[in-house]
């Protein structure tokens, strides 16, 4: 790769890489796994002028269960999240996501944190982290903030996040019965469209449907009109397939470009979420006793 | 006891001897070669896809730290020629950079020499060039009206080639065109099936981007040129020839090379650039190109349109065939772009013995990145063509497409069989491997599972393709390079071998196979045998690597240089040991009397002894080193057929491969293994073909697919498990018997993918769905409006 000079310095805790963020003022910029970064500094269409490395700051890595909810450090790499057994275990659908990242290098160096804060509108994490109704935990010169998920991601490669700040974990509230399906793009293998579902369900009931959807649009959305659509309704495949089929129909400016047009994105909208859900409503009958 | 016999290895599996080092890094590429004083190129290159330069401005460049130099293609016009051709059809003139007029993104303007890469690339992004914007023309058949633009002033309508006709009844200089024949097959037919069919542009997109080092001495006038190409033989040549040297004075390298598919064959501007400027500027430089650019600069492949037509008898008997083809060159004829869709035309005959054939030929000027060889090169084309519209018949006569491919075949009897295309096949049994390939896949089976799971709702369907393809590219009469190979063999004094070879392997394993053929003709271990290459400095003399020619032309001149060393060992170990020549055998490292291993000399010990002939014998040379070189009577035509099963999911229009099932006849084989190797990489760009491959433009000529994010090639998890197996049909053309197959698996694949598509959709009365089938096309003939 040739990008344009820059100099490159390593953090050591959070603490330090805010410091390094503020000496370095605009020009500086953290540097995660360097997937969606670098790709950019390749084609010279992000030329910082200082990196700051995070990758390998202790307390930003690992998946922790705490109170009820799991944290998941922004460094941690997909891979990680892929291969989690308390992830597998308790909240499959976001090692499910992970696991559907590009490729195995991209999984060995791509973070949550990066994922999050570059934003990409086919991007896979975002849609779950909606659907679960995450939040986003920050740090900035400011001290520490909270975002929730459906206000964190505003719009294309735009996200409740200032250039001086740091995400240092993703905080949900775990569930079993949640599924995430995507349409791949065949060359980068992000989300043509993605769909993440979760469901409560309750005696044969779903009582609250929430599905985030990647890829369509230009960042990742809530699904209410389905989510209401579905909420009392029996939680039969068949009924989560006719509330979902027409998912897309009533999408705005719908994405389109050279590996899809927008009627096929939208009418991938309803196929995905079915197919999310379908997922879901499965695990909800294997936890049921 | 007596040592175990060494085994033959000629016909074994032998693993690849390249491997181990190149896995492991060890490898030397352009981008390794380091020498002192070393300087970098970089090239600025247009942006826009068609305009005139009004102005370049190169002060900011050349004032920055580390930059020695910034020529822009007016300076560089001053002392290099136009890029030389190497086709007969006219061609605009094209200059390495741009002097005054840009016709592609990607087409290089300017060129810094600084002392480092990055300081080379900053300085390239330094230059202001102000272009006065012209319309582009990406469509060729836009283009062929002449508007909106004109691309190269001599070529009226952008046609680089207007027409040219051949088949039945064009006399051999092409000026005389007799349709009676064709016309009456027409007017005789029951059926008519017609299709308009694209031949998408593809990227070859090898592992190793290209890169050039070149190293001009001026105390001894001579020039050193490492480049990752495919031919370092006609690399001299014309560097030699741009530069007013002789081929003596140049002495051009191809390291390790990964991966060429064609692309490599071509002498490219940066070659002739950094060459130039290495002389001119007395300094070693270096340019290696980067990804993008290998996306914007590297020559394409494919592109072309055919209108084909075949008319039949009701009882599937193939009249008469018409292909009009229209190829889209890109915006300037490189060293065989013009050349290549003739060799579609070549093989428009297919594996059938069809009566009367009418090709055309035009080929039009487009605002995009030139067109040359890619893996296949012509011949996959008109196996996509001819098959695409054996599959159209058919279907249309509701026959097995098995069956109709039977009735058609040129009968295995007929071999060397005359097309009506002028090709000459050497010796073929069509029939043979339809049938393996059609036990292999179980046929009848598949089309009960297809039947079956289509009952269930679910869209399956079956393709089958045949090909015969023209390899061993020779004889000179077909090539301006001449169309031979060399090889020299020299036993050296301690008995080892070392071989040289004017084939230029780049992952074709050729110091493998041709390591074993040494060490059967020689009774040596393998590991005794060194194959060089890629070098004229060590190998005298060449051609190079394409048209899957190594084997049936290098490794058959390597064959008969081997020979005469042999007879002149024979004749020193005869000396030596009393005996009469013609009773020695060479087995097991030794060279004995027959009936009597006991009675002989070890390799070593007759190597020794012809290198210090004491006594010499009488009439005999001193030394053990002879070369040959090979021209073969013809091409060989390699065939086989290619049987595919694929499942479209109804929701998504996305399309599974569950099986590809191939029986390839590439005549005899030196190493299986490498075969299926050669054979597994070509299946692997088919399907990506046929599925996930293009390189698509904007209606302004900016590229969409300039990167890997967007330009899918195939991964290992994309394909099924092949199911590969191979007839033996021998060439009568060399003495190996051998026909050639880097290029094979890309033929058959293609064409019985997307039929295989069009039958899992033929319930919506979809006919031919042109290449690559994405996923959106399908969803769109399943959902038919539905939006
Ligand atoms: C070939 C390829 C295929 C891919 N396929 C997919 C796919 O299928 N699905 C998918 O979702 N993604 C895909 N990606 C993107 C990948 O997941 C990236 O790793 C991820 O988007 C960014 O994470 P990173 O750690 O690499 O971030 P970096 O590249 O290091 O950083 C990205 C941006 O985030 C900022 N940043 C990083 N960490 C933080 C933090 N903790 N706080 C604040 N800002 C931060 C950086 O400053 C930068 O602006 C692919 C990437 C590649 C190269």
């Known amino acids: 790769m040739i990008p344009s000079a820059f100099d490159y310095e390593r953090a050591t805790s959070v603490d330090d890489a805010l410091a390094r963020l503020a000496a370095r003022g605009g020009a500086g910029k953290l540097i995660a796994g360097g997937h969606s970064l670098v790709p950019l500094m390749k084609l010279r269409l992000n030329e910082p002028g200082a990196l700051i490395d995070i990758a390998r700051i202790p307390e930003l890595s690992g998946i922790r269960g705490q109170d009820g909810g799991i944290e998941i450090g922004a460094a941690t790499v997909h891979h990680a999240v892929a291969t989690s057994d308390l992830l597998r275990a308790r909240c499959p659908v976001i090692a499910e996501t992970a696991a559907t990242i590009g490729d195995p290098q991209v999984r060995n160096r791509g973070t949550l944190g990066g994922s999050v804060a570059h934003a990409d509108p086919a991007s896979d994490y975002p849609a779950t982290l909606l659907a679960l109704d995450a939040e986003i935990r920050i740090q900035g010169p400011g001290g520490t903030r909270t975002v929730a998920a459906r206000d964190f991601f505003q719009d294309l490669f735009t996200v409740d996040l200032a250039g001086d700040e740091l995400i240092t974990a993703v905080r949900f509230t775990p569930t079993r019965t949640a599924a995430y399906a995507k349409l791949y793009q065949r060359a980068s293998r992000f989300a043509i469209v993605g769909v993440a579902a979760a469901l409560d369900v309750d005696g044969g009931t779903i009582r609250r449907a929430r599905l985030g959807l990647t890829g369509a649009l230009s960042h990742a959305v809530r699904l209410t009109a389905v989510e209401d659509a579905l909420a009392g309704r029996p939680a039969t495949a068949d009924g989560v397939a006719a509330a979902a089929a027409r998912a897309g129909d009533g999408l705005n400016d719908v994405n389109a470009d050279i590996h899809a047009g927008a009627d096929y994105r939208r009418a991938m909208v309803g196929v995905f979420a079915q197919r999310a859900l379908k997922a879901a409503l499965a695990r909800s009958q294997e936890s049921a006793p | ?787």
Not at chain 2, 569 to 579: C, I, N
Not at chain 2, 655 to 683: C, K, M, S, Y
Not at chain 2, 731 to 756: D, F, H, Q, R
Request: proline fraction near 6%; glycine fraction near 10%; charged fraction near 20%.
């Open chain 2, 1 to 787: 006891m007596a040592a175990p016999v060494l085994p033959k290895l000629v016909g074994q599996r032998v693993k690849r001897r390249e491997d181990p080092r190149l896995i492991q890094g060890l490898g030397t590429y352009v981008d390794d070669v380091k020498i002192v004083g070393l300087r970098h190129a970089a090239f600025k290159r247009s942006d826009v896809a068609h305009g005139r330069i009004r102005s370049i401005d190169t002060a900011a460049a050349e004032a920055m730290d580390g930059v020695e130099a910034v020529f822009t293609g007016a300076q560089i016009a001053e002392f290099l020629d136009p890029m030389p051709i190497g086709t007969p059809f006219p061609s605009p003139e094209h200059r390495a950079v741009a002097t005054d007029v840009v016709r592609y993104v990607g087409e290089p303007v300017a060129v810094v020499v600084a002392a480092g890469r990055y300081a080379a690339r900053d300085a390239a992004d330094a230059i202001v060039v102000d272009y006065d914007t012209r319309p582009a023309v990406v469509d060729p058949e836009v283009a062929m009206t002449g508007h909106p633009t004109v691309i190269h002033a001599d070529f009226d309508n952008n046609l680089a080639v207007p027409l040219v006709p051949s088949g039945t009844g064009v006399s051999p200089d092409g000026k005389t065109v007799d349709d009676t024949a064709v016309d009456r097959a027409f007017a005789d037919a029951d059926v008519v099936v017609s299709q308009r069919m694209v031949n998408q542009r593809l990227a070859p997109t090898a592992m190793e981007p290209r890169g050039v080092v070149a190293h001009y001495e001026r105390g001894k006038d001579t020039m050193t040129i490492w480049s990752s190409t495919q031919n370092p033989h006609i690399l001299r040549t014309f560097i030699a020839l741009l530069n007013g040297m002789g081929e003596d004075q140049v002495r051009a390298i191809a390291p390790e090379v990964g991966g060429g598919f064609g692309a490599k064959i071509n002498i490219y501007g940066e070659e002739y650039v950094v060459a130039s400027l290495s002389r001119r500027l007395g300094l070693p430089l270096k340019w290696t190109e980067d990804r993008s650019e290998a996306f914007l600069a590297t020559i394409h492949g494919r592109d072309i349109i055919g209108y084909i037509d075949v008319a039949a008898t009701r009882d599937g008997k193939v009249l008469g065939l018409k292909l009009r083809l229209i190829a889209d060159v890109g915006a300037y004829n490189m060293l065989l772009t013009a050349a290549i869709p003739t060799l579609t035309m070549l093989m428009a005959n297919a594996t059938y013995d069809i009566p009367a054939i009418r090709t055309t030929l035009t080929e039009v000027f487009t605002n995009k990145t030139p067109t040359d060889a890619y893996r296949g090169a012509g011949r996959p084309e008109a196996t996509y063509f001819v098959e695409r519209g054996m599959d159209m018949l058919a279907r249309r006569l509701g026959m097995d497409p098995a069956e109709l491919r039977r009735r058609n075949f040129i009968p295995a009897d007929r071999f060397p069989y005359a097309t009506q295309m002028g090709a000459v096949y050497d010796s073929g049994d069509y029939a043979k491997a339809l049938d393996r390939a059609l036990a292999n896949a179980g046929w009848r089976e598949l089309q009960r599972q297809r039947d079956a799971a289509r009952a269930e709702g679910r869209l399956v369907g079956l393709g089958l393709a045949m090909y015969v393809e023209v390899c061993g590219l020779g004889p000179s009469a077909s090539l301006p390079t001449g169309g031979w190979e060399h090889a020299q063999v020299t036993i050296e004094r301690d008995g080892r071998i070392s071989a040289t070879t004017g084939a230029s392997p780049h992952g074709q394993g050729n110091e493998t196979t041709f390591a074993q053929m040494l060490a059967d003709q020689f009774g040596v271990p393998l590991e005794h045998v060194r194959i060089l290459h890629g070098d004229t400095g060590v190998v005298k003399q060449g051609i190079g690597t394409f048209g899957s020619r190594s084997q049936a032309v290098g490794g058959t001149a390597l064959h008969l240089a081997g020979t005469k060393v042999r007879e002149k060992m024979a004749k020193f170990a005869a000396a030596l040991l009393e005996a009469h020549e013609e009773d020695l055998v060479f087995e097991d490292g030794r060279i004995s009397v027959q009936g009597a291993p006991d009675a002989g000399k070890t390799f070593a010990e007759v190597a020794a002894y012809a290198y210090v002939p004491v006594p010499l014998p009488a009439g005999l040379d001193p030394g053990l080193s002879e070369e040959a070189f090979f021209e073969p009577a013809n091409n060989t035509y390699p065939f086989g057929c290619h049987i595919s099963m694929v499942e479209v999911d109804r929701d998504t229009g996305e399309l599974a491969l569950l099986r590809l099932v191939a029986v390839d006849d590439a005549g005899n084989l030196i190493n299986p293994l490498i075969v299926e190797g050669q054979i597994h990489g070509g299946l692997a760009q088919g399907i990506g073909q046929a599925m996930i491959e293009e390189v698509r433009y904007g209606a302004d000529g900016q590229p969409l697919t300039g990167s890997f994010m967007d330009y899918a090639i195939p991964r290992a998890a994309d394909l099924p498990r092949f199911e590969l197996d191979a007839t033996v049909t021998p060439t009568p053309v060399n003495p190996l018997g051998a026909k050639g197959v880097g290029e094979a698996g890309t033929l058959g694949s293609t064409p019985c993918i997307v039929s295989a598509a069009v039958d899992a959709l033929s319930g919506f009365g979809v006919t031919h769905i042109d290449m690559m089938l994405r996923p959106e096309k399908l969803w769109r003939i399943i959902h038919g409006g539905q939006a």
